[in-house]
Structures are given as structure tokens and as C-alpha cells.
């Protein structure tokens, strides 16, 4: 299938590409590696009358850390992230989430700041940038303002970012040192978006489960933070036998919806599986 015509404009800065967002509003949209939005005009799911490519901005295009975190444009390629030493060091939950990303020629060309405009709510970014605090930094004709993950997010394939502004920049806290964490996913095959994946973070001090985070995708729409898990894993004790409980809960709490490829009852069992492997790695990791 073939999309139908569009005017193509090829920006040279973020203020351009905002320029021209201003011309032609919800007519338009940002490309970026296109691995997302291309495939949807050829399906006919997107038929924009103004694509606006923002790959060459390459003010856009960083790995940095600064002020105590990662600063990442909006235009960086997953594979450019991954090779980065310096995510590697500070956001290690990042990485271990990107092995279940895509395959390597769609990391190629894919971007983070794609990915989570795009906002699948099967991708694994949104659900890591969540719970690891990130924020984001969007840019348009009334100027530049910050948004955290928790409110960038508005919905599937909805975010905070409006038709008239861009995104520029994901700013990531560095993770602790003695933090524990864990990423687990299934899907039908590698690099395909997940069925169920599940994310945690905490730490462990005097045996006790600390600051805790788990979320998951694939549970339920609202269930991207299992918070009422959280708030039974903390303080206890770091144990086989809470973790399990924790697990139970989350199956107890989710939510999912069945789909072409699994039914509501076996992405439970995936829910209740993959929150205690995660809690469990995570456990082990900050208790070193």
C-alpha cells in the first residue's frame, strides 16, 4: 500500500520545523526516523497533507549528562543511546530495556523522541521513562516548558505535546548506585512489541524493601504503575515470600485486554510471572 500525497518540507532547526507545525497545524506532521509513522500512512491509519522531517536538526541530536542526569535529543537514534557509555553508567534500567527494543536496522533509524510521541502503548520507553522519573522538554510558538513523564503520557497514542509544538529533549535522572532493577518482557518474537513486559526499581537498606517502583505494560490501561503493588512491597521485608505476594497482587490488579495475541487470562499469568522476576533481580542486584 502507498500513501496518499503529501507536501514533504525538510526542517533545518527546531524553530523552523516549529514554523511550519504553525502554517499548517493539525494538517501536519513530524518525522523524525519515521520507523512509526511511516508504516501508518502506508496502512491508511495516518494521511497527514505536510510531512515535516526533522532528521537533520542535529541540534537535536545528543547524549549528554549534565546536572546529575542524561540529557537525550529528541532526534538521537536507539542505537546511538544503547552505544552511549554514558547511559550505560546512569540509567543501566534504560538499557536493559532497549535489548528488547526493535530490531537493530529499525534502532538504526528509529528515535527515542519518535518513540515516545508516538506513544504505543506497548513500547517499552514510555513505561521505563515513567519510572525513571524522566521529564520532557517541548518547544512551540509560546516558548519551551517541561513536562514530566507522568503527565507527558495522556493516553494511547496520545501525549502532551500539542499539534503546534515539538519535542526536543528527554532529560533522565541518574540512577543510584545502590538501586536495584529489572526489566522482563514477552513477546511473540524478539524485537516485537511486547505482550506483557514489566519494569521495577528499589532499593534495599537493613533487609528492607525501599522506594519502590514496578510498572508494566499490557495489564490494563491504568496500570502502567502498579501503585497499590508498590505500597505492599514497601518496608517489608526482602524476602522470596513478599515478593511472591507482590506478584499475586499485580495479577490481582491488572487489567488486560484480549487481543489477537493472547487472552485476558494468560496475560495475567504473564503479569503475576514477569513482576516476580523483576522483583526478584531487582532485589538481588541492590542487595549486593
Known amino acids: 500500500m502507498k500513501p496518499v500525497p503529501f507536501d514533504y518540507h525538510r526542517a533545518s ?15 501536519a506532521r513530524l518525522i523524525a526516523g519515521g520507523q512509526s509513522l511511516v508504516p501508518m500512512m502506508n496502512l491508511g491509519l495516518a494521511s497527514p497533507d505536510h510531512v515535516i522531517d526533522i532528521s537533520d536538526v542535529s ?17 538521537a537514534t536507539h542505537n546511538t543511546i544503547i552505544g552511549s557509555d554514558l547511559v550505560v553508567s546512569a540509567c543501566p534500567l534504560l538499557i536493559e530495556a532497549y535489548k528488547h527494543v526493535a530490531h537493530h536496522t ?13 506513544s504505543d502503548p506497548a513500547s517499552e520507553m514510555p513505561l521505563v521513562l515513567t519510572l525513571l522519573d524522566a521529564s520532557m522538554v517541548i518547544r512551540g510558538p509560546g516558548g519551551e516548558r517541561v513536562v ?19 519535542l526536543t529533549e528527554i532529560r533522565i535522572p541518574s540512577q543510584s548506585k545502590e538501586e536495584g532493577y529489572a526489566f522482563e518482557e514477552v513477546s511473540q518474537r524478539k524485537g ?21 517502583r514496578l510498572g508494566l505494560t499490557g495489564a490494563g490501561a491504568e496500570n502502567k504503575r502498579m501503585s497499590a503493588v508498590e505500597a505492599h512491597l514497601e518496608g517489608a521485608d526482602a524476602g522470596d515470600s513478599i515478593i511472591s ?42 542487595s549486593q
Open 192 to 212: 516485537d512489541f511486547s505482550i506483557v513486559s514489566a519494569a521495577c526499581r528499589l532499593t534495599v537498606a537493613g533487609g528492607k524493601i525501599k522506594d519502590v
Open 106 to 118: 529499525v534502532r538504526n533509524r528509529g528515535t527515542l523522541g519518535g518513540n515516545i510521541c508516538h
Open 148 to 166: 514530566p513523564a507522568s503527565e507527558f503520557f495522556v493516553g494511547e497514542f496520545e501525549t502532551a505535546v500539542n499539534s503546534q509544538e515539538l
Open 59 to 75: 541540534a537535536l541530536d545528543f547524549v549528554r549528562e549534565e546536572g546529575g542526569g542524561l540529557q537525550i535529543g529528541a532526534v
Open 13 to 27: 532547526s527546531a524553530d523552523e520545523a516549529i514554523t511550519l507545525l504553525a502554517d499548517h497545524g493539525e494538517n
Open 245 to 286: 505476594d507482590a506478584a499475586d497482587l499485580a495479577a490481582r490488579q491488572a487489567d488486560p485486554t484480549a487481543d489477537l495475541h493472547a487472552d485476558e487470562d494468560y496475560k495475567r499469568d504473564l503479569v503475576r510471572a514477569l513482576s516476580r522476576r523483576v522483583l526478584a533481580r531487582a532485589v538481588q542486584i541492590a
